[in-house]
């Protein structure tokens, strides 16, 4: 255990250095970032002053492990536009992130574990099929598409719930669920998977034999097992919520890191830009090197693998 | 011998493709959008660019039958033009995006997976690596931050998702592969001398197709969720092109009194990408060994 641990943090590293490269890297290669910064009309001696301000003049190399030996130290530089640090800017943007990610992963699991679980269980019947049609149907919209009619139908028309911004738990309501729908699918699929083949085992029959209650052998011996790599998942999941984010969080006006992406992004304000492409790339390096540790863990199979 | 032998196998294929209804509707349905999208100049009413400033924000006659004009089919949006005409325009840049990016991720993966999983030992370790850091990048947050720089046309939206959505391919084709690698028929080829570009061309490759069918549908259809998430957000294909994205984007301002406006292009594209990836289901279907 301790050597597979090893091996996989190793990678986990040498991925966190490539991925901070790239993300450092990517506005530099697009394209000219200083003409970019200066605009269409801007003329060829104010790119070059822009470019000589911003430092984009040296060696790319230069620039990206100066940043990089900042970036060790929390430091990932300043904003173009804000007058607080970008570190500063993504720390007191990120608990919003996190409790939307953090509600959507729980109606995920709240929608696809008893879907899972009954759609094992009720097995070729329409009980299954229904579920399956409706993961397949989940994933064809457009996430910006499902927001905007989740904001037309629970926002305008029944004014139950606010449509914009991010000042109580309330308005994290509909873009958790917008986020949790597409999260659901993949979810459900495993953890149907999963049942069909421990209801199918030996120890199933077993327990069933013994006399147990069925609620008993559902819950206690099939769910617990099934159930291991779906948890595996979704901490997965929970990353790629962080990077869905992006377009959840500007059709909700949600004041997350993915709105401040956005926010950037169209401003071309590349310090925070690559500030958070790296934050947002390390937690899915962490959180994966946690769901492998954790699946090796649980099923020494894959240690030796 | 072999002609009985492959007599019930064909049949029964046949009977496996004409018993999935999924299968022929998803395979109707995509055939008359790219149809459509083809020859949209036949098809659609109007030019989708033409604005007729005096026919602003007629509702389809299923939405308001009083203000509906029955010229306009699916009414028109805010400048005056046709909303039928440019859904039927739209089709053809999803279609186009879709499929290039496929076909660009494609190659990348495909590429990736067969030598890692052929070669093996540090080839596939090298693979394996890449394909982790690909999975480590925010999709959306990385081709966003390209278009914002590279600019906002056809080919640069093509090229970074094509250049993002490699990592399935390459993880599918790769345990493809080496399941193949093992059977007799390749070692067989190895033994009589065949050289190793020959055994992945003739021996190898061949076999890929029905998996690398249906990882390719299903990236194509995600090449045009995202490619509609990148125009909504407004950098992705830009104005006045009809991208069913944009199009919604351009119709969130009327949302509350013509919300048909976002959802029209909404189910254009769910109808799509519906399409295709039950095409795709359905092609695994009906090419699994038996008794899945």
């Known amino acids: 255990m301790l050597r597979f641990g090893l091996k996989r943090l190793a990678l986990a590293i040498v991925v966190g250095v490539a991925v901070s490269a790239i993300a450092f890297m990517l506005l530099r290669v697009s394209g000219d970032l200083a003409a970019a910064l200066a605009g269409e009309d801007a003329s060829a001696a104010d790119v ?3 470019r000589r301000e911003f430092g984009l003049d040296r060696p790319l190399v ?20 804000y007058p607080e640090s970008v570190s500063v800017l993504i720390l007191t943007r990120l608990p919003n992130t996190l409790t939307l990610a953090g509600l959507g992963l729980v109606i995920a699991l709240g929608i696809s574990i008893p879907l899972g679980v009954l759609a ?34 629970f926002g305008l028309t029944l004014g139950w719930l606010p449509v914009s911004g991010s000042d109580t738990l309330r308005h994290f309501v509909l873009p958790a669920v917008t986020l949790g729908w597409f999260a659901a699918p993949v979810l459900m699929r495993l953890t149907r998977g999963g049942m069909v083949e421990v209801l199918q085992s030996d120890y199933i029959r077993t327990a069933h034999a013994k006399g147990l209650p069925v609620r008993v052998v559902l819950f206690k011996h099939a769910l617990r097992n099934a159930i291991v790599p779906v948890v595996a998942l979704s901490s997965v999941q929970f990353g790629n919520m962080l990077s869905g984010s992006v377009v959840i969080e500007t059709v909700f006006a949600l004041q997350g890191i993915g709105y401040l992406a956005w926010e950037a992004i169209s401003r071309r304000d590349f310090p925070v830009v690559q500030g958070i492409l790296l934050m947002v790339a390390l937690f899915y390096v962490v959180l994966t090197l946690l769901a492998d540790l954790a699946n090796a863990w649980l099923d020494p199979r894959i240690r030796r693998g | 011998m072999a002609a009985t032998a492959a007599g019930p196998k064909v049949g029964k294929r046949r009977g496996r493709v004409l018993g999935n209804p999924g299968l022929i509707v998803s395979a109707v349905v995509l055939g008359a959008i790219v149809i459509m999208a083809v020859f949209a100049p036949l098809f659609a009413p109007y030019d989708p660019y033409a604005q007729i400033l005096d026919d602003r924000l007629i509702p389809p006659a299923f939405i308001d039958a009083e203000l509906a004009d029955p010229r306009y089919l699916l009414g028109t949006d805010n400048l005056g033009r046709d909303y039928l005409s440019r859904l039927i325009y739209g089709a053809r840049i999803s279609l186009l995006i879709g499929f290039l990016t496929m076909l660009v991720s494609g190659v990348i993966g495909t590429a990736m997976g067969v030598a890692a999983g052929y070669f093996g030992g540090r080839v596939d370790t090298v693979v394996s690596f890449l394909v982790t850091t690909r999975l480590s990048l925010p999709v959306v947050m990385v081709a966003l931050a390209v278009v914002a720089i590279a600019g906002g046309s056809l080919q640069v939206v093509v090229l970074v998702l094509g250049l993002l959505l490699w990592d399935r391919f390459a993880v599918v084709m790769r345990s493809a592969t080496m399941q193949l690698r093992s059977l007799d028929y390749v070692a067989a080829a190895r033994a009589i001398g065949a050289s190793t570009p020959r055994v992945l061309l003739s021996e190898i490759l061949p076999n890929l197709v029905s ?51 976002i959802l029209l292009p909404g189910l254009a594209i769910c109808i799509l990408v519906l399409a295709i990836n039950l095409l795709g289901d359905g092609i695994r279907d009906a090419t699994a060994p038996e008794g899945r």
Do not use: H
């Open chain 1, 48 to 50: 070059e002053r822009i």
């Open chain 1, 62 to 81: 230069v620039q990206y492990l100066e940043w990089l030996f900042k970036a060790l130290q929390a430091d990932l530089g300043r904003s173009l536009f």
């Open chain 2, 211 to 261: 998996p690398l069918v249906v990882v390719a549908s299903y990236e194509m259809a995600q090449a045009i969720l995202l490619e509609a998430a990148l125009s909504f957000l407004g950098l992705g294909v830009q104005p006045p092109l009809p991208s069913w994205g944009l199009m919604v984007a351009e119709a969130k301002e009327f949302m509350l009194f013509e919300p048909w406006m």
């Open chain 1, 120 to 153: 094992a269980l009720k097995r070729n019947t329409w009980v299954d099929r229904s579920a399956l049609g409706l993961a397949v149907l989940g994933q064809a919209m457009p996430n910006f598409w499902f927001g905007l009619l989740m904001i037309f139908l």
